[in-house]
């Protein structure tokens, strides 16, 4: 049997002699440049390590807790006719509002952000959050020549404010909203399979951090409580009240009936209708009111045994403490990727100016 032989063409030596030849041009070119590289490297290095020095640390307070929602049972369908009597609606099935992990987007809101801003700092503190974040990132100065931002006045409600001086403060909260909740604040939950949420702020303020992490969770937590149960505590007060309602009636008629014996001591026996019509008349209403009242107070112990149910349950796992963790970047770490970064610069820079003289060199001169 002939062994076949594989016979190379001389255009293939050619293209591979070639490539051969460019590939160790270029290494040779770029090993010629090594001082330079070598000189990248170390600005590199000197710039990271003055990046490390004056980066201003920045200071981490993380709250963890576990959001358990209510749950609400159907109970309340058995009595909801009765209920509708008193023009009440105990259906229990409200509360969509927040379903899903909305409560997410809750704590990004600028209405929550706003409100925790123009809170105290600390309840033995008059500080407020918005004042502390002007100073730390110190707008103070920034606004001095500007009329209108030199006396803005946080403590001051709205309607002590004129239309000019509140619009430029309504757009100077806003631009802090979007600041602290792209730069600042982050609201996630670490395992998309369980119910626990975890919100980090982060400043080069210490106070800040922490005081704005703790007023922010405890106002998004009470809200989101509230509004959940918000409906079945609005039916809970309509049926408090119409059962201390019915239940004075009621009274009224029971009273009524002795009222009239006591008006006819001496009744003449042919003239009962005097005594027995008001007074049977004033019975039948108090029965009537207690068969009311007590299907109201069946419906108001249900509603108070539905609240109970469907309240999320919110446990705070870990809360920031002092000292805070520290986020700030290492000498070491800087210098690395800053002699990295500006010699990696260095290296295409070199390679785009040999690509380029090459270029330059084979383009053929243009005759007159």
């Known amino acids: 049997m002939e062994k076949e032989t594989i016979r190379v063409s001389n255009d293939d030596q050619v293209e591979i002699k070639d490539l051969i030849v460019n590939l160790t041009g270029w290494i040779n070119y770029l090993w010629s440049k090594w001082r330079i590289l070598l000189l990248s490297g170390i600005i590199g290095g000197i710039l990271g390590f003055a990046y490390a020095v004056i980066k201003t640390p920045q200071y981490l307070a993380a709250t963890t807790f576990v959001l358990e929602r209510g749950e609400v049972k159907n109970g309340l369908s058995r009595l909801a006719?009765?209920?509708?009597?008193?023009?009440?609606?105990?259906?229990?099935?409200?509360?969509?509002?927040?379903?899903?992990?909305?409560?997410?987007?809750?704590?990004?809101s600028r209405t929550m952000i706003v409100e925790t801003l123009l809170s105290k700092t600390f309840s033995d503190s008059s500080e407020l959050l918005v004042e502390r974040y002007i100073a730390f990132r110190k707008l103070k100065d920034k606004w001095k020549n500007d009329t209108i931002l030199s006396r803005l006045n946080f403590r001051q409600s709205?309607?002590?404010?004129?239309?000019?001086?509140?619009?430029?403060?309504?757009?100077?909260?806003?631009?802090?909203?979007?600041?602290?909740?792209?730069?600042?604040?982050?609201?996630?939950?670490?395992?998309?399979?369980l119910s626990i949420i975890r919100v980090q702020v982060t400043s080069p303020d210490e106070r800040f951090s922490k005081a704005f992490n703790d007023n922010l969770v405890n106002r998004v937590n009470d809200f989101y409580v509230r509004t959940k149960t918000q409906k079945t505590s609005n039916s809970i007060a309509l049926l408090e009240a119409k059962v201390d309602s019915v239940r004075r009636e009621m009274d009224n008629a029971i009273y009524s009936a002795v009222r009239v014996s006591d008006a006819t001591p001496n009744l003449n026996p042919t003239r009962q209708v005097q005594r027995l019509a008001p007074a049977q008349e004033a019975q039948f209403s108090a029965e009537a009111n207690k068969l009311i009242l007590s299907q109201l107070l069946q419906n108001l112990e249900l509603s108070?045994?539905?609240?109970?149910?469907?309240?999320?349950?919110?446990?705070?796992?870990?809360?920031?403490?002092?000292?805070?963790?520290v986020k700030r970047v290492s000498i070491s770490t800087g210098i690395v990727l800053g002699g990295i970064l500006f010699g990696f610069l260095s290296l295409v820079a070199l390679i785009i100016v040999r690509w380029y003289r090459n270029i330059m060199n084979d383009t053929p001169s243009q005759k007159n």
């Open 81 to 108: 006719g009765m209920a509708a009597i008193a023009g009440i609606d105990i259906d229990g099935n409200g509360g969509g509002l927040f379903e899903g992990d909305n409560i997410l987007e809750l704590y990004r």
């Open 158 to 193: 709205v309607d002590q404010i004129d239309v000019k001086e509140r619009r430029t403060r309504d757009s100077v909260l806003t631009k802090f909203w979007e600041t602290i909740r792209d730069d600042h604040l982050m609201v996630d939950k670490p395992d998309k399979q």
């Open 304 to 325: 108070k045994m539905t609240l109970a149910q469907e309240r999320p349950l919110i446990q705070i796992v870990d809360q920031p403490v002092y000292p805070l963790s």
